[in-house]
């Protein structure tokens, strides 16, 4: 696993394996404003649960998070799509075609695979 570079020379680190370790310590490295709601997520729905039938939403759940952080440029595009949906948008069809913008990002970033 490699980092790539974008087309303005910003260095994006690949995704990791797909385990709670190995997402972690990525995350750790190169978002580690993340690392505290990953923790305490993890602590309240896998480590103190008894079932681990909430770990693939879990891992679902953050993969994304991990994925879209780790771009600084689509991380602010996301969280700009989503702000201008909530706090600017006066069209109720323009707010959701923005958040739908933004769904969709989520969804295609779930898809990527370790090295990506």
């Known amino acids: 696993m490699t980092a790539h570079a974008t087309e303005d020379g910003q260095v994006i680190p690949p ?3 797909r385990t709670p370790q190995a997402l972690r310590a990525a995350i750790a490295e190169h978002t580690p404003e993340l690392l505290p709601d990953f923790d305490e997520h993890w602590k309240w729905a896998i480590a103190d649960a008894y079932d681990p ?3 693939p939403a879990f891992m679902a759940r953050w993969w994304g998070a991990y994925a879209i952080a780790r771009d600084p440029k689509l991380d602010a595009h996301v969280r700009d799509l989503e702000h201008r949906a909530a706090y600017e948008s006066t069209d109720i069809a323009e707010a959701k075609a923005l958040l739908e913008e933004a769904a969709k990002i989520h969804y ?3 898809e990527l695979e370790p090295g990506e």
Do not use: D
């Open 15 to 17: 995704m990791p394996e």
């Open 53 to 55: 039938g909430p770990a």
């Open 108 to 110: 295609r970033v779930r």
